[in-house]
């Protein structure tokens, strides 16, 4: 079995991380918040980065016969948490410490010892448009003539910051609310196109896509952290390519969304059949106040919905999952707080067709989860950014519920595989060995590059 493909590509130029990362996120509620004080808590070594594969994550490097482990951190070159100084924007204008104790994730304690920091990150006025987050209303907002009047805003609030702050570049996270759902329309087709409806005020141009316009612009890496449509858009992605940027999305993957992307592919690997998945969320902070709303749960339902269409192909098995019932459900419980409750049953069906369930409670703390996916996509767009990769970064489809991908490709949503990829591309930043996990090499069938 002759080799015929190298798997060890040369090493990638990556600009070193120097100087101080700016971590800009619209949206200064509980996830942003809680990533704030969690990046200061661990800086203090009063914590620890759980949950966050750059900061905690390992990666096997060559043969399994080498046992060779390098921590991502020492593996590749991520900014330095000591570098990272936290901006955002708010409709409301308390800051990070009022805010995350408004949040109430995060016990008083560990907010007291990191309340003078987080005290001095105060939220710059936010571009906001009520008719797309119809449960809030923004008291700190922007005004200007134009949306794109907004974005130059945005653009110039980039620029102050990274001067005020002293940071050499910037990378933003969209932490916001959910928006309405709304798809794209002729205003999104073109940069040309969606320029011109900046200019005269088109209504299906959201906030959120006026952020990714300004970001972009000021050739900074974008990550959407919600299901709200921005880098999605046509318009944006080209601009995304022209402009060199890297942009990723969308939504992230947490709570019950993460447990799927666990449990459909072990059920498809086995070819075991699914009659129905209903799940349904408890929920009490902002964001499920936000998604009370039938129009901001749309985004929502949509970005849920699509991670079982792509892992149970009804193309390719339609004896397995041709009549799958999915139904979501998200109810807004105000006492429950940031601390979701997610209840899944999963009607399955096996040999000769019989049938079998799965029930799966999954108590979890919404921005516990996020948090730590925060960092580790600004981290990783960063680090993008540095390597000159422009456009979609479909490497880190490990952290959404609905990645983006070239126009004409599904998506991967299986978290092994998503997790590989992710791998993968770091081995390739390090000139590495990429790993297929073929294994042939172990077993005399070829000495070729079957790790």
């Known amino acids: 079995m002759a080799n015929t493909t190298s798997t060890s590509p040369k090493k990638v130029t990556i600009a070193p991380a120097k100087g101080k990362l700016a971590i800009l996120t619209p949206g200064m509620g509980a996830v942003a918040t809680t990533l704030y004080a969690g990046v200061l808590a661990v800086n203090k070594g009063i914590a620890k980065p759980i949950g966050s594969h750059t900061q905690m994550g390992k990666v096997r490097l060559g043969k399994r016969t080498e046992n060779r482990y390098a921590t991502v951190k020492d593996f590749v070159p991520t900014a330095n948490l000591k570098d990272v100084v936290f901006g955002g924007w708010d409709i409301f204008p308390e800051n990070a410490y ?9 016990e008083k304690d560990l ?13 710059m006025k936010a571009v906001f448009d009520q008719n797309f987050v119809k449960r809030l209303e ?34 933003m996270v969209w932490c916001a609310s959910t ?11 073109s940069v040309k196109a969606f320029e011109e409806g ?11 896509q006026i952020y990714t316009y300004a970001a972009i612009k000021e050739r900074v890496p974008y990550a959407n952290g919600s299901p709200s449509l921005s880098v999605e858009m046509p318009a944006l992605q080209e601009l995304a390519n022209e402009m060199g940027c890297p942009i990723a999305g969308s939504d992230f993957k947490t709570g019950q969304t993460l447990i799927k992307t666990v449990l459909a592919p072990g059920l498809r690997n086995r070819q075991l059949g699914v009659a129905g998945w209903y799940s349904t969320n408890i929920l009490g902070n902002r964001d499920g106040e936000v998604l009370d709303d039938p129009g901001s749960f749309k985004a929502k339902e949509v970005s849920k919905s699509g991670v079982l269409e792509d892992i149970f192909s009804k193309e390719q098995y339609p004896d397995l999952y041709s009549n799958i019932s999915h139904v979501v459900r998200i109810n807004y419980y105000p006492p429950r707080g940031d601390n979701k409750e997610g209840w899944d049953n999963i009607d399955i069906f096996g040999w ?14 919404d921005s ?49 595989v998503q997790l590989l990829k992710l791998e993968n591309t770091l081995r390739f930043f390090a000139g590495e060995e990429l790993i297929n996990h073929l294994g042939l090499t172990y077993y005399g069938v070829d000495e070729g590059d079957s790790l």
């Open 138 to 171: 923004g008291k700190h907002v922007k005004t200007g003539k134009t949306k794109m009047d907004l974005a130059e805003q945005l653009r110039q609030d980039i620029r102050d910051f990274l001067k005020t702050n002293g940071c050499d570049r910037a990378v």
């Open 111 to 123: 907010l007291e010892q990191v309340k003078d920091e987080l005290s001095k990150i105060k939220p």
């Open 98 to 106: 009022e805010a995350a104790s408004h949040a109430k994730v995060l």
């Open 179 to 189: 928006e309405v759902y709304t798809p794209a329309t002729a205003v999104h087709q």
């Open 352 to 365: 000769l067709g019989y049938p079998m369930q799965i029930k799966v409670n999954f108590l979890c703390r």
């Open 198 to 208: 900046l200019r005269n005020n088109d209504p299906s141009i959201s906030p959120s």
């Open 368 to 416: 516990i989860l996020a948090a730590p996916v925060a960092l580790d996509l600004a981290l990783y767009m960063d680090l993008a950014g540095r390597a000159n990769m422009r456009g979609i970064q479909e490497w880190l489809s490990f952290y959404l519920k609905a990645p983006i991908v070239k126009p004409g490709l599904r998506p991967e949503h299986d978290l092994s």
